[in-house]
């Protein structure tokens, strides 16, 4: 089986490469046709995954290694291996199945928008270039794949760059994710020029020595590009704005890929951040601050999306940090990367679903009569509850195991940075479930302006859509499906060695919800509209908002900073270093004024000569020829 699990890393890598490009050439020929072959490729890539993940587990060995050629620089080994083994043959599977919801969903959401097609090739090279990252075995692969990630957000955000505000969120997203690169890129070459190959194998093995503060150095590097990628502190801020993007790709960034990325980049390296306690403690740090922060955050937005992208950041938080803490697997962060691939990605197309239905707007102030549409009630209700945290639904599986490596990391870890994960767990947990509960009664909440009338199961039309199609509805359906059952399967052999519960820390965790449920309850009764953050104050809200105002501090901190100094690096090469070059100009162009002011202009009797020798020897040469 070893055969067919290198076989199939290739294929799923190649096939939506392969399909993206199609893609673009059925673009302006075929409009249908560039939705049934991004639809079709990703349907296969399932297929391979799941063989590929089959094929692993039956093998008998641990990973299988192929390759895809070879880069000759000098000293340095570049194989270009792809990998199979249990971590990439299962995450491959979860970033193909919410690939194929998306493209299924985008069909019939972008069903008016000319430039569909465009769109859906942009979709599969994401996934390619995710794909690529999963299944490497090489640094160089893994950077490629990363980078090509960075560059399909930027299409995916600014899709409709026709308004100025998707334009800027998209810039935004590319200058801070890239900034955030330069340290990755320097990271990767510490790791690559210690044991001359860029092969991970060889790199955990040559690094698992005591290398100390070199090994350090390059992963603090590595986790500030991974903190760019996944939107941590203090890069956050570029996530919220990427909703200005089409909600399947808002679905995609946020479930599946990119945002995930850095959180596999992480469990693939493993082995070296347990030989790092340093970097270990500086990833607990900055996941705490994040996960509650963003939490916080995510409470008092005035819209639905922004609400999600702020749940996502404080999500991936909680994936890092069962990585940061857990003393020898890194299986609880990775279980919780495929938990929220699930949840996460039914929520935004829900919402996206919901926002057909009320007229194309995702604000919470016009977001009420869910109750009118059951089937996506129901659906949104389990992505909540799945959210929250709520049994037995797959979020409160995964992020009972995350809780239950940082309680074991508190006895055979990183003491310090487990026990402030801990704590951070905990008071996330109770405000999530709080946002959650917000988000439920404002969508629930009848409200006479905004009531919907009964629809079909299947869907409805209006708004200029089209009844919602057989995929799109299936696509939703599918991820319910998976976020209800998905508490089983990752507890199944073939996901891993996820850990265990802590029984103690998992009722305490039901009280908070329970406790935030009923707070936030109350809170909403004393409203007209149902929404609790309205008691917080107007002056408040609008803080949250604005994300505490994070982006214009950016702005005067460091955007304002370095323009002023771009113009006084101009003003001194102009002004300066170019004054020389011009002064020699000037000077020569004076002398030259002065010299011809004192000519004569009167030819000297050398010069005479000089002609006729010149005239002489001319007739001299024409006669003998």
Same mark, same amino acid.
């Given at each position: 089986?070893?055969?067919?699990?290198?076989?199939?890393?290739?294929?799923?890598?190649?096939?939506?490469?392969?399909?993206?490009?199609?893609?673009?050439?059925?673009?302006?020929? +075929?409009?249908?046709?560039?939705?049934? @072959?991004?639809?079709?490729?990703?349907?296969?890539?399932?297929?391979?995954?799941?063989?590929?993940?089959?094929?692993?587990?039956?093998?008998?060995?641990?990973?299988?290694?192929?390759?895809?050629?070879?880069?000759?620089?000098?000293?340095?080994?570049?194989?270009?291996?792809?990998?199979?083994?249990?971590?990439?043959?299962?995450?491959?599977?979860?970033?193909?199945?919410?690939?194929?919801?998306?493209?299924?969903?985008?069909?019939?959401?972008?069903?008016?928008?000319?430039? !569909?097609?465009?769109?859906?090739?942009?979709?599969?090279?994401?996934?390619?270039?995710?794909?690529?990252?999963?299944?490497?075995?090489?640094?160089?692969?893994?950077?490629?794949?990363?980078?090509?990630?960075?560059?399909?957000?930027?299409?995916?955000?600014?899709?409709?760059?026709?308004?100025?505000?998707?334009?800027?969120?998209?810039?935004?997203?590319? %200058?801070?994710?890239?900034?955030?690169?330069?340290?990755?890129?320097?990271?990767?070459?510490?790791?690559?020029?210690?044991?001359?190959?860029?092969?991970?194998?060889?790199?955990?093995?040559?690094?698992?020595?005591?290398?100390?503060?070199?090994?350090?150095?390059?992963?603090?590097?590595? %986790? +500030?590009?991974?903190?760019?990628?996944?939107?941590?502190?203090?890069?956050?801020?570029?996530?919220?704005?990427?909703?200005?993007?089409?909600?399947?790709?808002?679905?995609?960034?946020?479930?599946?890929?990119?945002?995930?990325?850095?959180?596999?980049?992480?469990?693939?390296?493993?082995?070296?951040?347990?030989?790092?306690?340093?970097?270990?403690?500086?990833?607990?740090?900055?996941?705490?601050?994040?996960?509650?922060?963003?939490?916080?955050?995510?409470?008092?937005?005035?819209?639905?999306?922004?609400?999600?992208?702020?749940?996502?950041?404080?999500?991936?938080?909680?994936?890092?940090?069962?990585?940061?803490?857990?003393?020898? +697997?890194?299986?609880?962060?990775?279980?919780?990367?495929?938990?929220?691939?699930?949840?996460?990605? %039914?929520?935004?197309?829900?919402?996206?679903?919901? +926002?057909?239905?009320?007229?194309?707007?995702?604000?919470?102030?016009?977001?009420?009569?869910?109750?009118?549409?059951?089937?996506?009630?129901?659906?949104?209700?389990?992505?909540?509850?799945?959210?929250?945290?709520?049994?037995?639904?797959?979020?409160?599986?995964?992020?009972?195991?995350?809780?239950?490596?940082?309680?074991?990391?508190?006895?055979?870890?990183?003491?310090?940075?487990?026990?402030?994960?801990?704590?951070?767990?905990?008071?996330?947990?109770?405000?999530?479930?709080? !946002?959650?509960?917000?988000? $439920?009664?404002?969508?629930?909440?009848?409200?006479?302006?905004?009531?919907?009338?009964?629809?079909?199961?299947?869907?409805?039309?209006?708004?200029?859509?089209?009844?919602?199609?057989?995929?799109?509805? %299936?696509?939703?359906?599918?991820?319910?499906?998976?976020?209800?059952?998905?508490?089983?399967?990752?507890?199944?052999?073939?996901?891993?060695?996820?850990?265990?519960?802590?029984?103690?820390?998992?009722?305490?965790?039901?009280?908070? @919800?329970?406790?935030?449920?009923?707070?936030?309850?109350?809170?909403?009764?004393?409203?007209?509209?149902?929404?609790?953050?309205?008691?917080?104050?107007?002056?408040?809200?609008?803080?949250?908002?604005?994300?505490?105002? @994070?982006?214009?501090?950016?702005?005067?901190?460091?955007?304002?900073?370095?323009? $002023?100094?771009?113009?006084?690096?101009?003003?001194?090469?102009?002004?300066?270093?170019?004054?020389?070059?011009?002064?020699?100009? @000037?000077?020569?162009?004076?002398?030259?004024?002065?010299?011809?002011?004192?000519?004569?202009?009167?030819?000297?009797? !050398?010069?005479?000569?000089?002609?006729?020798?010149?005239?002489?020897?001319?007739?001299?040469?024409?006669?003998?020829?």
């Amino acid at each position: 089986m070893t055969g067919l699990a290198t076989t199939t890393a290739r294929l799923v890598v190649l096939l939506p490469a392969l399909a993206a490009l199609a893609g673009l050439l059925l673009a302006r020929r +075929s409009r249908a046709g560039s939705g049934v @072959v991004a639809i079709g490729a990703a349907l296969a890539g399932v297929v391979l995954a799941v063989l590929q993940l089959v094929a692993v587990h039956s093998g008998g060995a641990t990973s299988s290694i192929g390759t895809i050629g070879a880069l000759p620089l000098g000293e340095l080994a570049v194989p270009l291996h792809l990998l199979a083994d249990p971590l990439s043959a299962v995450v491959a599977l979860a970033v193909t199945v919410v690939g194929v919801a998306v493209q299924g969903f985008a069909r019939w959401y972008l069903a008016e928008d000319d430039r !569909y097609p465009v769109f859906a090739a942009s979709v599969s090279l994401f996934l390619a270039g995710m794909l690529l990252t999963v299944q490497s075995a090489d640094l160089v692969l893994t950077l490629v794949g990363w980078e090509v990630m960075g560059w399909c957000s930027y299409l995916l955000i600014g899709h409709d760059s026709r308004r100025a505000s998707a334009r800027r969120a998209a810039f935004k997203a590319f %200058l801070v994710t890239r900034t955030a690169d330069l340290a990755l890129v320097l990271g990767l070459v510490i790791l690559a020029a210690g044991p001359r190959t860029t092969a991970i194998p060889r790199v955990i093995a040559h690094w698992q020595g005591d290398h100390g503060a070199l090994l350090t150095a390059a992963l603090v590097c590595l %986790l +500030s590009g991974i903190a760019g990628k996944s939107a941590q502190f203090p890069f956050q801020d570029w996530l919220p704005d990427a909703m200005e993007g089409p909600t399947p790709a808002s679905a995609l960034i946020h479930a599946a890929t990119m945002v995930a990325a850095g959180t596999y980049v992480v469990a693939r390296l493993f082995p070296l951040f347990l030989a790092s306690d340093t970097a270990r403690l500086v990833l607990a740090v900055a996941t705490a601050v994040t996960m509650v922060g963003s939490a916080v955050l995510a409470f008092g937005q005035s819209d639905l999306k922004r609400l999600l992208a702020w749940s996502t950041v404080s999500q991936v938080a909680i994936m890092l940090s069962g990585l940061a803490v857990a003393p020898a +697997s890194p299986w609880p962060g990775v279980t919780h990367l495929l938990a929220h691939a699930m949840f996460k990605a %039914l929520l935004f197309l829900a919402i996206g679903w919901l +926002s057909v239905l009320t007229g194309g707007t995702t604000a919470v102030a016009m977001t009420g009569g869910l109750r009118a549409h059951p089937m996506l009630r129901a659906l949104v209700g389990v992505g909540l509850l799945s959210l929250a945290g709520v049994p037995p639904l797959v979020g409160f599986v995964s992020k009972e195991l995350v809780i239950g490596a940082a309680e074991e990391g508190t006895r055979h870890g990183p003491v310090l940075g487990a026990w402030l994960v801990l704590v951070a767990l905990l008071v996330t947990v109770l405000l999530t479930a709080a !946002y959650c509960t917000r988000a $439920w009664l404002v969508l629930t909440h009848h409200r006479a302006d905004l009531a919907q009338p009964a629809v079909p199961e299947a869907g409805t039309a209006g708004h200029g859509h089209a009844p919602i199609d057989t995929p799109a509805r %299936l696509s939703v359906q599918a991820l319910g499906v998976l976020t209800v059952l998905g508490g089983l399967l990752v507890l199944t052999p073939l996901v891993g060695d996820v850990g265990s519960i802590g029984w103690f820390t998992a009722v305490l965790s039901l009280l908070l @919800v329970a406790g935030a449920f009923l707070g936030v309850r109350r809170g909403a009764t004393a409203t007209t509209s149902g929404d609790a953050a309205e008691r917080l104050g107007p002056g408040r809200t609008a803080l949250l908002d604005s994300g505490l105002g @994070v982006d214009t501090l950016y702005v005067r901190a460091v955007a304002r900073p370095v323009t $002023w100094l771009a113009h006084v690096v101009v003003r001194a090469d102009r002004d300066v270093i170019d004054a020389y070059v011009r002064g020699t100009a @000037v000077a020569t162009r004076w002398a030259g004024l002065g010299a011809e002011r004192a000519h004569t202009r009167k030819p000297s009797a !050398y010069l005479v000569w000089v002609l006729l020798g010149m005239l002489a020897v001319a007739v001299a040469g024409v006669s003998l020829w």
